[in-house]
């Protein structure tokens, strides 16, 4: 079994060291996350379990580039393929933290939208500093993300650029019929995020 060798750290350990990002660095990672996605998705493959862990930043060119990592609970999705023998259909697997509401309610039929869900929840966490959603179980995470109203960015970062609340908000969406329909769509919209400006992290 031969598999590529990479050099670099996992998103989480950037957040962890340099906590809320700059939004042009933020901008070209996310960008680079959404053309991966969107690779899985264009071969009808659903990730569902997005998260800062399973995003590697490597090195290109001398640039930030992003792997996505760990397709362990992938599955097919119904429009692009018949076969749905990756996964159990109607399963509720994936991260509480990142995960959308039809994937916590058990829905059969995920499409990219549930990706565009989670890599939305990790663009909330970027640039607030913390996750929409948190709670003392499991249980109750997911029960936030199925029903309770989104947390307002600026609400936590009160100079947050309206602009960059709206990417948020849009990306998260409680329907996925209110969200970017994919990840190419999404992308072109991370584009302007690159010309705002973000506030500094807090002391």
């Known amino acids: 079994l031969v598999m590529e060798l990479l050099r670099g750290e996992e998103l989480t350990r950037q957040?962890?060291?340099?906590?809320?990002?700059?939004?042009?660095?933020?901008?070209?990672?996310?960008?680079q996350a959404c053309s991966g996605i969107q690779a899985a998705h264009d071969a009808g493959v659903v990730h569902?379990?997005?998260?800062?862990?399973?995003?590697?930043?490597?090195?290109?060119?001398?640039?930030?580039?992003?792997?996505?990592?760990?397709?362990?609970?992938?599955?097919?999705?119904?429009?692009l393929t018949d076969d749905h023998a990756v996964t159990r259909e109607g399963s509720m697997l994936g991260t509480p933290y990142y995960m959308p509401p039809e994937q916590v309610r058990g829905a059969k039929d995920l499409d990219?939208?549930?990706?565009?869900?989670?890599?939305?929840?990790?663009?909330?966490?970027l640039v607030t500093g913390r996750?929409?959603?948190?709670?003392?179980?499991?249980?109750?995470?997911?029960?936030?993300?199925?029903?309770?109203p989104l947390p307002r960015p600026r609400d936590v970062v009160p100079d947050l650029p309206a602009g960059v609340e709206q990417v948020i908000l849009r990306a998260l969406a409680k329907k996925p019929e209110d969200r970017y329909a994919n990840m190419g769509e999404f992308a072109a919209v991370l584009e302007?995020?690159?010309?705002?400006t973000l506030p500094s992290s807090p002391a």
């Open 112 to 125: 990219a939208r549930a990706d565009v869900y989670a890599l939305g929840v990790m663009l909330y966490e």
């Open 15 to 31: 957040l962890a060291a340099r906590g809320r990002l700059a939004l042009d660095h933020l901008a070209h990672l996310m960008r």
């Open 48 to 79: 569902r379990d997005l998260k800062p862990d399973n995003l590697f930043v490597t090195e290109r060119d001398g640039r930030p580039f992003v792997k996505v990592l760990d397709f362990g609970i992938s599955k097919f999705a119904s429009a």
């Open 192 to 196: 302007s995020l690159a010309h705002a």
């Open 131 to 148: 996750r929409p959603y948190e709670a003392d179980t499991p249980i109750a995470v997911l029960l936030k993300h199925a029903a309770d």
